[in-house]
């Protein structure tokens, strides 16, 4: 099993920034894929960044390509979502993922095999 635990979210203004942090504990070996999803009252939840555990490769959503960055440091066991240029429609709980499977853009939240608990980002206008 693999605990995932979130922390960063919060209020900001409209093109401000924010760094959510997701620290990983457990079998980590296990995960190929880490990532952030989000979702926002009434949607369904949204694939935003993934990485993948072992190698550099780093994928994003369309509507935060150019305006977040997700990293990792292994030695720590967590991950990051560097936020920056924030709009209000960014507005959602966002959700630390991992898996044990290789996933680019196209990872659906249907195929997350654990998940952290959520935290809120709220970005006012």
């Known amino acids: 099993q693999v605990q995932l635990v979130e922390s960063g979210g919060g209020l900001v203004q409209a093109g401000g920034s924010l760094r959510l942090s997701c620290t990983a504990s457990?079998?980590?070996?296990?995960?190929?894929?880490m990532g952030w999803f989000r979702q926002a009252p009434g949607k369904e939840r949204e694939f935003v960044a993934g990485?993948?555990?072992?190698?550099?490769?780093?994928y994003y959503g369309n509507s935060v390509e150019d305006r977040f960055t997700i990293s990792r440091d292994n030695a720590a066991n967590t991950m990051y979502l560097q936020m920056n240029s924030l709009k209000p429609e960014d507005t959602a709980i966002y959700y630390c993922a991992g898996d044990r499977r290789l996933y680019g853009r196209n990872w659906q939240g249907t195929h997350v095999d654990y998940w952290g608990q959520g935290t809120q980002v709220t970005v006012s206008s």
């Open positions: 990485i993948w555990r072992r190698f550099s490769n780093a």
């Open positions: 457990g079998r980590i070996s296990t995960i190929e894929t």
